[in-house]
C-alpha cells in the first residue's frame, strides 16, 4: 500500500480538464502536469493559461504542482 505522503500524481493533457485537475492533486499531493506542447508548459510556468480555467494566483501559489514536457519526469510517478 502507498503511503500519503508517498504519492506522486501525473497529470496528462493540461487542458480545459487537466489543469484544475493537478490545481486540485496539488492541494494534498506532489502533482507533475505534463502537456506536450511545449508553448503551453511555458506560459503556465510564467502564471499564464490561455483557457481560463486558472488565474495566476492559482499557478504561482503554494502549490505543489511541477510542469513539463519532459516524458522523463513523470516515470516515476505512481
Do not use: C, W
Not at 2 to 27: M, Q, R
Not at 41 to 55: C, F, N
Request: proline share 3%; hydrophobic share 40%; aromatic share 6%.
Amino acid at each position: 500500500m502507498i503511503k500519503t505522503n508517498e504519492i506522486k500524481i501525473a497529470i496528462i493533457g493540461l487542458g480545459y480538464v487537466g489543469l484544475p485537475l493537478a490545481l486540485e492533486f496539488s492541494k494534498k499531493f506532489e502533482t507533475i502536469g505534463f502537456d506536450i506542447n511545449q508553448t503551453r508548459i511555458a506560459e503556465l510556468k510564467s502564471g499564464h493559461d490561455r483557457t481560463r480555467e486558472s488565474d495566476a494566483s492559482e499557478l504561482g501559489g503554494e502549490i505543489n504542482l511541477v510542469f513539463t514536457s519532459d516524458p522523463a519526469e513523470i516515470a516515476d510517478a505512481n
